[in-house]
C-alpha cells in the first residue's frame, strides 16, 4: 500500500470522490490492489479508513457474495489489538469497508525506515499479534495475508489489520485459472502450494514476520518474492536456515516455521512465551519502541489531527470519482466545491444504515440492492486517464506445485490495478450548485419509519450504572434482564445489546442496532432507532471527549428480545486529567423498557 510521501495522509487526488454512502471523504491514507483507502469521520466525529473496494473486484458477483460473508465475518471479531470493522457496503457500483483509523506508522514502513527493531520489542509485538489471532481465529476467520504491511505500530500498542479479507478475492477471475493470491514471502508451504489454509498457517507468517522484524533477514534467504515463495513451498525438503538469528528468538521460530501445520505453536503459548522474554507485560507500552520509530507515530498522529484540506483546483475538478462511481451514492450528485476547506473536526456524516454487526445464531438478512446506492455510472469518454497507478503482473509458476501467484509490482498486494482491456473508467459528474446539494443521504429501507405499534412498560427508570472496564477487560450488557458482566469473555456476546471495552480498540459497541432520541417517549425512542442510528462502535477517543455520549443523551434500540430499550445518560463521570489513554468514563444511567406490540 502507497501512502503520501512523508505523510501517514495525502490531499484528495482529482479523480477520487468526494463522499461514499454518506460518508464523506477527506485524505487519502494510502493505495493497494484491492483499493483505495481514504480518511473519513462517523457522526460522531470518529476517525474512520474507508476502502473502496477496486471496481473490476466488485463487477464480479462472486467477489461480492465472499467479501459480504468475509466482512460480516471479521465483524465478529473483538479481541486485544485489533482495528474493528465498523460498516460495509456490497450492494454500490464499488463495495467498500470502514474501519477505526489508526494513526500509526506499518512495521513494513518501520522497518524500511528504521530498521530491526530491538528484540524486547520484536517479542511484545509478535505477543499482541499472537493474542489478536487468538481473537480472530475464535470468531472462525483466518487472516490468510498476514505480513509486515498489515501490522500497524502505534503508541498504544500494534494492531492487526485487514484480518479475513484477502481470502473475498479469492472467488475472483484471477483465481479461477489457477492463481493463489497473497504474499509468497509470508505465505505458509500449504497455501504456497495452494492446499488448505488453516489457522496454523498464520502462525507460519507470523514466525517469518519475527526473523524479518528482529533483524531485518528471511529464514528463507535473498531474492524476490516469488524466489522467497519457492523455497517456503518446499520447507518439508529445505527448512529455514536459522542459524545467525538471536539464540533468544530461536525457539519462536523453530514453533513457527515448521512443514507441518499440527505441530506449530497455538496462539496462547505464544503470547505467554513472548511476555516471558519480552521482560514486562505484553500491554506495557511505555517507551516500548525505539525513541525515532515513537516520535515518528506522534508525528502521524499530529498529522492525522489536522488532515489536508481540498484544494481550489480539487474543488474545481469535481465530484467525479474517476475510477470509483460517483460522489454521492444515493444522495444525488454535488460539488467538490460544497466540502472545501472543511476541517476534520467539520466533517462528521451520518452513515445511512446501522453498523451493528450480526448477533450469534440469528438470521442474517441475503445481501441486496438498496434504493439509496447509485447505478453504476455511464462510461466516459474514450482516453479518459485515471489517477491510479498502474501494475505489473507477475506470474510464477510454482516448481511442483503447479499454482500461479498472482502480484502487484512491488510483490506485496493481491490484485490488478488496471482496468480490464476495452473498460473504460467513469466520467465525472457535472458539477452542480452546492446550494441545491442534498445535506444528508436518504435512509435505507432499514431506516424508515415503523409502523404504528403498542407498548407496554417492562420496567421504567431503573438505575443502571455502566462503569468503564480496567484494561484488557470488557463488560457485557444484557438489557433484557437487564444484567451487567464485568470481565466478559471475548466473543460470548450472544443475547446481550452493548458490549464496552477495554481491548486494543477500546470503545463502546452496540450489537444491536441504537439510535439518539430527541425525546422519552417509546414512539420517539423506536423513531430514533430507524432514523438516527449511530454506527456499531463509539471510540475512546470520542467517549473521552464527549462528543457522541454526554449527560442527558437518550440511547434506544430494538433488543435480542424485541423489547424496544431506552438509556438516559443522567452523568457522565471521567477523570480528564489522566488523559486519552486513562480510564475509560463511567455512565450513570437510568433505564427503561417496553414491550413492543
Known sequence: MTIGTGSVLAPLEPQDPRETAGYRLIARIGEGGMGTVYLSHTRGGQPVALKLIRREFGQDPDFRSRF???????????????????????????????????????????????????????????????????SIHAAGVVHRDLKPA??????????????????????????????????????????????????????????????????????YGEGGATALGVRIANTDRLPPDLSGYPTELKPLLERCLTA???????????AAMCELFAGRPLNDFDGWLPEPVGQEIARRVRAAENPPTPTVADAGAGAGAGDFGPARTGAGTGTAGAFGGVHAADTAFAPPRPAGPPR?????????????????????????????????????VLAGAGAVWLLDEDGSEDGAKTPAAGQEAPAAPEPSDPAKAPSAPKTSPSASAPPKAAYTPVFQDKPF?????????????DLDAPQIFP?????????????????????????????????TTPEECREAVATNTLTSSVGRVELKEGKTITKGTVLCTVTSENNLAMIRITDVIQDPSKGTYGPMPDYVTTLTLWKIG
Request: charged share 15%.
Open 68 to 134: 459480504e460473508q468475509e466482512v460480516r465475518a471479521a465483524r465478529r471479531v473483538q479481541g486485544y489489538h485489533l482495528v474493528p470493522v465498523l460498516d460495509h457496503d456490497t450492494t454500490g457500483a464499488s463495495p467498500w469497508l470502514a474501519s477505526v483509523f489508526v494513526p500509526g506508522l506499518s512495521l513494513h514502513d518501520a522497518l524500511s525506515a528504521y530498521g530491526p527493531l530491538p528484540l524486547p520489542a520484536v517479542f511484545q509485538l509478535i505477543g499482541c499479534t499472537a493474542r489478536a489471532l487468538g
Open 150 to 219: 498489515n501490522l500497524l505500530l502505534g503508541a498504544a500498542g500494534p494492531y492487526v489489520i485487514d484480518f479475513g479479507i484477502a481470502r473475498a478475492t479469492d472467488s475472483t477471475q484471477l483465481t479461477r485459472t489457477g492463481g493463489v493470491i497473497g504474499t509468497p514471502q509470508y505465505m505458509s508451504p500449504e497455501h504456497a502450494l495452494g492446499a488448505e489454509v488453516t489457522t496454523a498457517s498464520d502462525l507460519f507468517a507470523v514466525g517469518l514476520i519475527a526473523a524479518v522484524a528482529a533483524t531485518g533477514r528471511h529464514p
Open 360 to 396: 450469534p445464531n440469528r438470521p442474517t438478512p441475503a445481501p441486496g440492492p438498496s434504493p439509496n446506492r447509485a447505478p453504476a455510472p455511464a462510461p466516459a469518454p474514450k482516453g479518459f486517464r485515471g489517477g491510479l497507478i498502474a501494475a505489473s503482473l507477475v506470474l510464477a
Open 487 to 519: 470481565k466478559g469473555a471475548i466473543g460470548k456476546t450472544q443475547g446481550m445489546e452493548l458490549t464496552y471495552q477495554n481491548w486494543g480498540d477500546a470503545d463502546l459497541r452496540f450489537l444491536t442496532a441504537a439510535g439518539k432520541s430527541p425525546g
Open 465 to 477: 450504572t455502566l462503569r468503564g472496564p480496567s484494561g484488557n477487560t470488557g463488560t457485557h450488557v
Open 260 to 270: 507441518d501445520p499440527a505441530e506449530r505453536i497455538g496462539t496462547d503459548e505464544l
